[in-house]
């Protein structure tokens, strides 16, 4: 996926106000994943509140085990992190997941919106372009 793609989806769900199950951030990265590969990563599962959203984690282990279990193994070098990749981070004990456009990832605000982050704050990134 070229830079002024990402930077195109990014935009544009920067206009979404932030709804769990729709437009958080778990959505955020699995809408980028389906642009790349065609198909929505999420398949089936739904939640509609923050209290879903955390027993489904839950019940799969958490974000990291979650999302690894779709994209494979998740990389710590985050000078490897290319335009598109998903990233993970924690704020106040609460993992979230963003999508980059190095040296930084743009993270959901439940405000609404995208705020940016310096990747220097990353946990790990699973590669978008490599699935």
């Known amino acids: 996926m ?3 793609d990402v930077i195109a989806y990014l935009e544009q769900a920067a206009t979404v106000p932030f709804a769990w199950g729709v437009s958080d951030c778990v959505q955020l990265a699995a809408g980028m994943v389906e642009r ?4 929505n990563p ?8 923050e209290i879903e959203a955390k027993r489904v984690l839950v019940e799969r282990g958490g974000l990291e085990a979650a999302v690894t279990a779709v ?3 998740m990389q710590r070098d985050r000078r490897l992190c290319g335009d ?3 990233v993970l981070t924690a704020f106040e004990g609460q993992q979230a997941l ?3 456009v190095p040296r930084i990832f743009f993270l959901r605000r439940t405000g609404g919106g995208l705020v ?4 220097t704050l990353a ?3 699973w590669p978008c372009r490599n699935f």
């Open 98 to 100: 963003g999508v980059a």
């Open 116 to 119: 940016p982050v310096d990747l």
């Open 36 to 39: 790349v590969r065609g198909a």
């Open 71 to 73: 994209l494979g193994p």
């Open 84 to 86: 598109g990749d998903i």
């Open 2 to 4: 070229m830079r002024a």
């Open 123 to 125: 946990i790990g990134f």
């Open 42 to 49: 999420l398949g089936e599962l739904t939640y509609s509140s």
